[in-house]
C-alpha cells in the first residue's frame, strides 16, 4: 500500500507517519509538506533514510505539484493545514487558501486520478462551542458552527470534500478528533507552550478565568482511530474521536503540568481572553467505538512522558522557539 500524508513534517502528521511505518513494514509513505513555520523535518530525523519514506517538499496549493505527488498513490491521509487559532483571528488569508482552497485542489486531484480513499483530518471546532455544566457532548450529525476563522476554514474545506463525494463519488471519510497532545508538537499551543515556558523560568499565559474546557487526547490515539478510519470506516461518513478521562480545565491541566516541573500557581498569568473562546469542548466518541475503537493512553500519565518529553529534547523546542516564534510570541502576549 501507498500513502500520501500532507502535513506530515507538522506534529500529528509525524507521529502519524512514525507509527504507521512501525505498524506496517510493507507500506511505503510519501510525506508531502510545504515546510510552513509548523513543519519541522527534524521530526522525522529517525526515519529519512528508511527506503519506504519519501519527503517531498510542496504546497497543496499547486495543483501540478500536488498532481505530480499523488500519481500511483493508494490512500490520501490529509493532515496539511494552518491549525492555530490565535494566528487565525488577525491573518486568516493563509487559513482560507490552505485549508480550503488546498483541500479542493487534492479533492480535484484525488478524483482525477482514481485515489482509493481520501480521509480529512478535521476538527471537533468545527461544532463551536458546549456551555460549561452540561453533559451535552458533540456528535456527528451535530450542526456546524464554527466562531474563529481558524475553525470557519476547516468546516468550509469539508463541504468541498462533502461536494465531491456526491458529484464526484470520492471515496472520503473524515474524522473530528479533539485537542491533541504529545510529542513534536509546536509550542505555540498550550501543553508545549505551558511545559516550555516554565523549563525556561517564565510564567504561564492563561486565558481568561482558565475555566475553559478541552477533551485531552494521546496523539497516538488520534493515530489509531485514523488507522480504524481507513480500514473499517465507510465511504462517506464521519467519526468523532475524543478521550477516556473526566472533563478537565485549562487551570486544572496547569496545575498537573506545574506539579510535574515543581511549580505553583504563582508562575500563572491570567491575560486578556482569546476573543470568542470556545468554553467547552467534549466528544461523544460512541460511533467510533462501534468500530473498535477506545482511547488507550490516559491524560496523567502521558501528560507525565510528554513533560519528560520536552526536557529531554530542549534543543528541539529551543530551535522552534527562536526566529519567526518570537515575533509572534510578542504580538500575542507583549514583552
Ligand atoms: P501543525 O500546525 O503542527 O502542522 C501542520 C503541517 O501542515 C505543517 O507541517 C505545515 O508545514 C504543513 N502545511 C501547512 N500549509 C501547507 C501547505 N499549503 N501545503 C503543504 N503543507 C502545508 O498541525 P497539527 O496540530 O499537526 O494538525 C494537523 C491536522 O490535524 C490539521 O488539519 C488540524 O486541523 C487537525 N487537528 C489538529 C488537532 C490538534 O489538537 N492539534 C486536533 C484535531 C484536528
Ligand atoms: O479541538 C481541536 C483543536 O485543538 C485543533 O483543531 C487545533 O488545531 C488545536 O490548536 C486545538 O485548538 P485550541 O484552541 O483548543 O488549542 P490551544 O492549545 O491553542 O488552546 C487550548 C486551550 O488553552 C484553549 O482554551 C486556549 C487556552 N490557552 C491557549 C494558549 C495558547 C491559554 O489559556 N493560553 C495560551 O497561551
Known amino acids: 500500500m501507498k500513502l500520501l500524508v500532507t502535513g506530515g513534517a507538522g506534529f500529528i502528521g509525524s507521529n502519524f507517519i512514525h507509527y504507521w511505518l512501525e505498524k506496517y513494514p510493507n507500506d511505503k509513505i510519501i510525506n508531502f509538506d510545504f515546510l510552513t513555520y509548523a513543519g519541522n523535518l ?48 488577525y491573518a486568516a488569508g493563509d487559513f482560507i487558501t490552505t485549508n480550503v482552497l488546498g483541500t479542493q485542489i487534492l479533492c480535484e486531484v484525488a478524483v482525477k ?12 471546532e468545527v461544532f463551536g462551542a458546549l456551555p460549561l455544566g452540561t453533559k451535552t457532548k458533540f456528535r456527528e450529525d451535530m450542526k456546524f458552527d464554527p466562531r474563529n476563522q481558524y475553525s470557519a476554514s476547516k468546516a468550509s474545506a469539508e463541504h468541498f470534500i462533502r461536494a465531491y463525494y456526491h458529484t464526484h463519488n470520492l471515496p472520503m471519510t473524515i474524522s473530528y478528533c479533539t485537542n491533541n497532545f504529545g510529542p513534536y508538537q509546536h509550542p505555540e499551543k498550550l501543553i508545549p507552550l505551558f511545559i516550555t515556558n516554565l523549563l525556561e523560568g517564565k510564567k ?11 477533551d485531552w487526547l494521546y ?20 467519526y468523532m474521536i475524543g478521550a477516556q478521562h473526566k472533563e478537565v480545565n485549562n487551570l486544572e491541566l496547569t496545575r498537573k503540568i506545574l506539579k510535574l516541573l515543581g511549580k505553583s500557581d504563582k508562575d500563572i498569568e491570567h491575560i486578556k481572553d482569546r476573543p470568542a473562546h470556545d468554553r467547552r469542548y467534549a466528544v461523544d466518541w460512541g460511533k467510533i467505538a ?17 513533560v519528560t ?11 522552534v522557539k527562536s526566529g519567526e516564534y518570537k515575533k509572534y510570541y510578542t504580538k500575542v502576549y507583549g514583552k
Open 42 to 89: 527534524e521530526n522525522l530525523l529517525d526515519v529519512e533514510r528508511d527506503k519506504r519514506y519519501k519527503f517531498i517538499k510542496g504546497d497543496i496549493r499547486n495543483k501540478h505539484d500536488v498532481e505530480k505527488a499523488l500519481t500511483g498513490v493508494d490512500i490520501l491521509v490529509h493532515f496539511a493545514a494552518e491549525s492555530h487559532v490565535d494566528r487565525s483571528l
Open 290 to 306: 462501534k468500530l473498535g475503537w477506545k482511547p488507550q493512553y490516559d491524560l496523567d500519565h502521558w501528560l507525565d512522558k510528554t
Open 219 to 238: 496523539v497516538k490515539d488520534h493515530c489509531r482511530a485514523i488507522d480504524l478510519v481507513l480500514k473499517k470506516g465507510i465511504v462517506g461518513e464521519s
Open 204 to 214: 504561564v499565559p492563561m486565558y481568561g478565568d482558565g475555566l475553559y474546557v478541552r
Open 113 to 124: 486520478l482514481k485515489i482509493k480513499h481520501f480521509h480529512y483530518v478535521n476538527t471537533d
Open 309 to 319: 518529553w520536552y526536557k529531554n529534547n530542549q534543543n528541539w523546542w529551543m530551535r
